[in-house]
């Protein structure tokens, strides 16, 4: 199993549609990294999240921290076809020294 | 922002030959920089950290003698993959750690050994 579970794996949705992908763990991380890669790219940054209970907003998407820094959330809404590609949440935990570790990404397809 | 170098972008090489990619940091200095080799479909997978002035660490399971680590200076690293074979094709990425910016990635290295 993985240290992050990410879901769902695949998401294929219309334009205008609402979706929330999930990154669960049992373990505690000092912070949580959110990527969204496109084919063939190296993963781009979206939000870095600190703090249990954070909310952080970047235009249509919405990413929590859980309250125990465990599991992390991202909501998009009114999806668009530029929403499409891997979406990647990675974990830092200080026990090991930091590094992320990430989960197993979710492919977002809108279909407009 | 932090900005990293990965080049060449796209290579092919023919199998038993050996390839170098390269992994800069432009615009800070990374004491460490991190490998990541990605499957089709896939997510990330670590391979190696490497460290400035020291030898790298690798994950379980990754051949230290295969995939060669030099991290020489405080903006470069390299991998090299040794005798490659069709079975190392595969999409590799590095990323350097920079402590105002986290994490960054480089573009990602596409190898294809025929």
């Known amino acids: 199993t993985q240290l992050l579970e990410q879901s769902p794996q695949f998401l294929s949705i219309q334009e205008g549609e609402n979706l929330t992908v999930y990154c669960n763990s049992s373990?505690?991380?000092?912070?949580l990294q959110w990527y969204r890669q496109e084919p063939g790219e190296g993963p781009v940054l979206l939000v870095t999240?600190?703090?249990?209970?954070e909310v952080k907003k970047l235009k249509r998407l919405t990413f929590q921290f859980g309250d125990a820094r465990k599991d992390s959330s991202l909501h998009i809404t009114a999806a668009q076809p530029g929403d499409t590609g891997l979406y990647l949440c990675?974990?830092?935990?200080?026990?090991?020294?930091?590094?992320?570790?990430f989960g197993g990404g979710t492919r977002l397809m809108v279909k407009p | 922002g932090a900005v990293v170098s990965q080049h060449p972008s796209r290579v092919i090489c023919k199998s038993g030959t050996s390839v170098k990619i390269e992994c800069r940091s432009l615009d800070f200095q990374a004491t460490t920089m991190f490998w990541y080799r990605q499957f089709p479909k896939q997510s990330l997978m670590l391979m190696a950290t490497s460290n400035e002035g020291s030898k790298a660490t690798y994950e379980q399971g990754v051949e230290k003698d295969k995939f060669l680590i030099n991290h020489a200076s405080l903006t470069l690293s390299t991998l090299t993959v040794t005798s490659a074979h069709p079975e190392d094709s595969s999409f590799y990425i590095c990323s350097a750690r920079d402590l105002l910016y986290g994490y960054t990635f480089g573009s990602g290295t596409r190898l294809t050994v025929v």
């Open positions: 373990s505690v991380f000092s912070s």
């Open positions: 990675a974990g830092a935990r200080r026990n090991a020294g930091n590094m992320l570790t």
């Open positions: 999240v600190v703090t249990g209970g």
